[in-house]
């Protein structure tokens, strides 16, 4: 039997090791990596349904190597979604969009550590919403260095420009494409936003990324800090977000083979199933 690319039944064409497509559940369609369900809700989404995050809901994989940087990398993209304006206030906790780590805000705002390896957090600033009148708040891109060089630095985070932040989120933004990934090879990390530019970062010198370590996945949670829209912003509580087909990869290419999957991934803004993309 000859295969080829997008071929379902082709062993070597299939790049996620866990695709949740939240279709009115959280099962793994590219294998057998089942979300434990926490209040789940599921709306219209971008490719079907979607999860719902309004402050209750989460999700939880238990730790596996299919979720971990290890040797190879990893590579990590969703489609999401802000429904609420955020006022001026600042919550105490980063919120966890996607993690596998805890971030852990200190007294008065004073410092930021990290546990675990990498996540993708959402928080406002006060400064960042000016005259703008849909601010639904800031994501984070972040990763845990081995710190092996004895820098003390508790995060790597990717910035954009001059932000401590990659992306800024607005409501009337709609849905939004994200590509995070993990290249051990090149030691870096880069996030792509929609088909847009590729932002990057690096560990400090003679550090690398944590291969791995005992924090569970969890989807809309920063564990024992924050849920995802559980944090009163101003007048504002339990603001919601969406979260659609979210994958999870172990086969790290270049930086412009990745470049390649996201925008077949993201398919001109039409959304590609992340296990049907073949790559």
Known sequence: MVFKKNNPGCPCCNCPCACYKFDGNATDS??????????????????????????????????????????????????????TV???????????????ATVD?????????????????????????GTVTDYAGNLYF???PTDNAGSGTEFINIQNGVNEWVD????????????????????????????????????????TFTASSDHDMY???NLGK???GSQAVGAVANRTFNIDN?????????????????TELYNSGNGLACNEAGI
């Open 246 to 262: 979210l994958g999870f990869c172990k086969k790290i290419g270049t930086k412009a083979e990745m470049e390649a999957r996201s």
């Open 30 to 83: 590219a294998g057998s990596k089942d979300l434990t369900e926490t209040n789940a809700a599921y709306n219209a989404g971008k490719l079907g349904n979607a999860a719902t995050m309004a402050g209750s809901t989460y999700f939880k994989g238990d730790d596996n190597t299919c979720y971990e940087a290890g040797t190879k990398g990893l590579a990590v993209w969703f489609w999401f979604k802000p429904d």
């Open 219 to 221: 989807v809309g949670n």
């Open 105 to 129: 805000v200190t007294a008065g705002f004073a410092g930021v550590t990290m546990a675990g390896e990498w996540g993708v957090y959402w928080h406002n600033s006060n400064t960042s919403i």
């Open 226 to 228: 924050a849920v995802l």
């Open 86 to 100: 955020c006022t001026t206030a600042a919550p105490t906790h980063f919120e966890g969009v996607v993690t596998k």
């Open 168 to 207: 800024f989120l607005r409501t009337s933004d709609g849905w939004k494409f994200y590509y995070f990934w993990m290249s051990v090879a090149e030691n870096k990390m880069y996030v792509r936003v929609n088909n847009g530019t590729t932002l990057e970062a690096a560990p400090s010198s003679g550090e």
């Open 142 to 144: 972040v990763a845990k």
